[in-house]
């Protein structure tokens, strides 16, 4: 059974940093991106940063704008997202995803993931 399971989530001050984990177990197989989303109530989620695992290619949103990184540790299955400088627009449900099911261009796609976490609550205060 596939679990993406999220952690690190919290509440910080403006200017704070969080580093975010992704532990992924029960794929069967390689899968071919895996990526960050965020969702606010009321929004769509958005894609934050995604990487795709044949190539390395990232993808990142315009508001990372440097303060977040995304790195994975293949021999613990764990994707990172480290986040420097949050903001209060950075409050958000912070999702790990997993697409399984084919290879992409469009690392942002939402629609594209078929596997997701619970997700982690991200509040920052000004």
């Known amino acids: 059974q596939v679990r993406l399971v999220e952690s690190g989530g919290g509440s910080v001050q403006a200017g704070g940093s969080l580093r975010l984990s992704c532990a992924a177990s029960g794929f069967t197989s390689d899968y071919y991106a895996i990526g960050w989303f965020r969702q606010t109530p009321g929004k769509e989620r958005e894609a934050v940063s995604c990487?795709?695992?044949?190539?390395?290619?990232?993808y990142n949103a315009d508001f990372v704008k440097g303060r977040f990184t995304i790195s994975r540790d293949n021999a613990k299955k764990t994707v990172y997202l480290q986040i420097n400088g949050l903001q209060p627009e950075d409050t958000a449900v912070y999702y790990c995803?997993?697409?399984?099911?084919?290879?992409?261009?469009?690392?942002?796609?939402?629609?594209?993931?078929?596997?997701w976490g619970q997700g982690t609550q991200v509040t920052v205060s000004a």
């Open positions: 995803a997993v697409n399984s099911q084919y290879y992409s261009d469009y690392l942002f796609l939402a629609y594209e993931y078929d596997d």
């Open positions: 990487v795709r695992i044949s190539d390395g290619k990232t």
